[in-house]
């Protein structure tokens, strides 16, 4: 089975950086594209941003655009997510999740990821 584990979370100002990793195992982490999705305390899970098998495209939520960058080593099977000019609002468990398949056909669909690590807390404060 596929196996995701986020670390990285914290405690961090605001206006502060973080950077999250997401280790991943049990197939061939090169070829399947990658995604974080986050929870806000009382809110929904919502899209953060995705990137391809290769790297070479990129999505991302229009409230981080600018902020944050998602990234990949396939060599060392990892994703991670760079993220800038943290705010209050981004207070939330972020949670890395890949595809059934290689590609998603809707990269922004939190249907299309069926795996999903345990997720990471991150706490942005005043």
């Known amino acids: 089975q596929v196996q995701l584990v986020e670390s990285g979370g914290g405690l961090v100002q605001a206006g502060g950086s973080l950077r999250l990793s997401c280790a991943a195992s049990?197939?061939?982490?090169?070829?399947?594209?990658m995604a974080w999705f986050r929870q806000a305390p009382g809110r929904e899970r919502e899209f953060v941003a995705a990137i391809s098998w290769s790297g070479g495209s990129t999505y991302y939520a229009d409230f981080v655009k600018g902020r944050f960058t998602i990234s990949r080593d396939n060599a060392k099977n990892t994703v991670y997510l760079q993220m800038n000019s943290l705010k209050l609002e981004d207070t939330a468990v972020y949670y890395c999740?890949?595809?059934?398949?290689?590609?998603?056909?809707?990269?922004?669909?939190?249907?299309?990821?069926?795996?999903w690590g345990q997720g990471t807390q991150v706490t942005v404060s005043s």
């Open positions: 049990g197939r061939t982490f090169g070829y399947y594209a």
């Open positions: 999740v890949t595809p059934k398949s290689p590609s998603p056909r809707l990269w922004r669909s939190i249907d299309e990821y069926p795996y």
